[in-house]
């Protein structure tokens, strides 16, 4: 493809135009559209709303396990046979200790997962309450994760000082029912639609590689773009033995890349992150997705682990990129590497976290 298609592709994202299905597929696709210039093109975009920055997230698993649902990705699904050890909800300090971890490890936003399907009024009354009090404490930006809400929730989180709500689309409305059977597409919609009218920021994504094509890739990228989502976790399935969805899914570096680039494209002023399974997917690719992702995850992701905070700090600073943080890279560096006990990714038998991963205060 010469040059003059991939200056037109970066024009179109910077001026926030809509791609056509079939370009999209191209992109997704096509031997003629080059990597490395698609990754140049979708660099241009990420540069012009959100420069050279990275936005670190760190996930707490604030309940492991007792979901009745059955999203067939999830370890935490009834369904599922994974190895989990499942726990109730954390106390308060526990996760407000967590939470300071988080503050001083740069993270720039928390975010706290509670499994199952939707919160009770007294589990949303609590939440509040916990997430004012992280808010009080430290300058860190707070996303819930905490399964279907309804208006008078969302209100209640709001007032609460909540940022961001996380509920992933995760697949297509066609793909849907072959990932999950205990709730609806319509159902994630509401509860997004829920949080938008409370003026809570939205923050959902994909999971890629659950047996779906790329016209739902491609569907799910125009939705959230439609939805005007702010921040858009982009997931490669991590398949967890156990799980429904446990067969290796037939995904590749340079897909993966692909992927990202046209979720770039398509929502030009999102916070795009690279989020589960960047680590097994994209390989010795991994670097390149920090130029059309602007956000990751450090220090694994809600079961499974991850390259440890060093690893993603120093190949953030490698490749010249900064992070959003009230800390300086550098300095995060330095006391990583004062640190002894660094996590790394060996074996699969290390692949899910343990107890000690997911309650560190304990
Ligand atoms: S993704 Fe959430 S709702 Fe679905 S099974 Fe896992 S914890 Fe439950």
Do not use: W
């Not at 698993?61 to 979901?67: K, M, R, T, V």
């Not at 109730?88 to 720039?108: R, V």
């Not at 997430?131 to 404490?137: C, D, E, L």
């Amino acid at each position: 493809m010469e040059r003059r298609f991939y200056d037109e592709l970066a024009q179109t994202g910077l001026r926030g135009d809509m791609l056509s299905d079939e370009l999209s597929l191209r992109i997704l696709t096509s031997s003629t559209v080059e990597l490395l210039p698609l990754l140049d093109a979708a660099y241009q975009v990420r540069k012009k709303y959100t420069g050279k920055e990275v936005q670190l997230h760190i996930i707490n698993n604030a309940q492991n396990g007792y979901c009745p649902e059955d999203c067939h990705y999830c370890a935490q699904a009834k369904s599922s046979d994974a190895d989990i050890e499942a726990y109730p909800i954390k106390s308060d300090e526990e996760m407000l200790e967590e939470a300071k971890c988080a503050y001083e490890s740069g993270a720039f936003r928390y975010c706290m997962v509670f499994a199952g399907r939707g919160p009770s009024k007294t589990r949303v009354e609590h939440l509040a309450g916990l997430i004012g009090k992280i808010k009080s404490r430290y300058p860190i930006q707070v996303c819930l994760s905490a399964g279907l809400i309804d208006n008078e929730a969302a209100q209640t989180l709001k007032q609460a000082g909540l940022d961001r709500l996380n509920h992933n689309l995760n697949t297509s409305e066609r793909h849907y029912p072959q990932i999950c059977t205990t709730h609806t597409y319509q159902d994630r919609l509401d509860t997004l639609h829920a949080a938008q009218t409370a003026s809570i920021e939205l923050c959902a994504g994909i999971i890629v590689g659950m047996g779906e094509k790329e016209k739902d890739v491609i569907e799910v990228a125009k939705t959230l773009r439609k939805l005007e989502v702010q921040s858009i976790p982009v997931n490669f399935l991590i398949p967890i033995p156990g799980n429904a969805l446990s067969d290796a899914p037939d995904l590749n570096p340079e897909y993966c890349l692909r992927v990202l680039c046209l979720y770039r494209f398509l929502n030009p002023r999102a916070e795009i992150r690279v989020a589960a399974g960047r680590e097994v997917h994209l390989r010795s690719m991994e670097v390149m997705a920090l130029y059309p992702a602007n956000s990751l995850f450090v220090e694994g992701y809600l079961n499974t682990r991850g390259a440890s905070r060093k690893q993603t700090l120093q190949m953030i600073k490698d490749a010249g990129f900064t992070i959003k943080a009230d800390r300086a890279l550098e300095e995060l560096l330095k006391q990583e590497d004062e640190a002894k006990d660094l996590l790394t990714i060996d074996d699969s038998k290390t692949l899910l976290k343990d107890v000690k991963d997911l309650r560190p205060q304990m």
